[in-house]
């Protein structure tokens, strides 16, 4: 099969490479698409040679291992949760699949991702995606249970203030069902342009360039979307006394964070990361019901050769939404 493999100079190289077999409980899907996102930029330079990255895909099944149960068929479509975790410890049997033991990431190293023809995947980790959800989309249900995660994590009540720093995928979904799920208002902040425009399609009823133009003491949740810890400080003011700060984005490096506004207000710092099954399975049921329509958020859609400029595209923020990739 054809695949986008990291090549020796840390670009991607589309090579020949063998068709993975479905084992025991694991499913062989034909990728429909792939998305790339932030952490794809942060692992790159980190992921050994060979590596197939994707962890954003769907993909029709072609092929079921033995001892796979017997609803899945030749045919199905399935969203890929891409955390390959034991399905039996604590956390596995919680929905906190990313915090098993043996968990693998797929498309982060542990297992093939989506820049590839077909991947194998487990049952486990492969959500059926109803027919009444178009297969395009099947890569945004990945980006969409962030969001839904976020919220969660955040603890988002009925009516709450909600201030999103950042309009990229994860900012832009956790607004969407920060209005699915009854915000009072919604604020979202990026300095580009384009994706304020994209924030208020999925629900923002404030878009600001810069968070120093939003007011401070004024909202119950206020989620960290960018990955820049240093913002922490700017959520804390931001944020009312004893309220929430969800951080979901990702910064590698360390930063400084005053700790005594937060400890002046009872602020509830809490961090979020992946998704469970079920939340999953939560976004396929609000794509099919009309309740998310994820089509704003698809920038664009470019075959598997030109993986190397998507990937530029997306590191210099020069297309706002998803681009995907259609092996
Ligand atoms: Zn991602
Ligand atoms: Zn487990």
Redesign the pocket.
Known sequence: MRAAVIAPDGRFEVAEVPEPKPGPGELLLRVTSCGFCGSDIKARPIMPEGTIMGHEFGGEVVGVGSGTSSTWREGTHAAVLPAL?????D??RSGF?IH????RLVGLGGAGGGFAEFAVITEAASIPLTPRVNSRYSALVEPFAVGLHTIHTGGLREGDDVLVIGAGSVGLTTAAWAKVRGAGSITVVDPVEARRDVAKVFGADVVLASVEEAPRNSYDLVAECVGHAELLDDCVARARPRSRVVVAGVDHLPKQFTSSSAIMKETTLTFAVYYSPAEFETVIEAIADGVIDPAPLLAKEVPLDQVNEAFADLTASAVSGRILVTP
């Open positions: 975790s034991c399905g039996t410890c956390w596995c699949v098993c033991p043996q968990v």
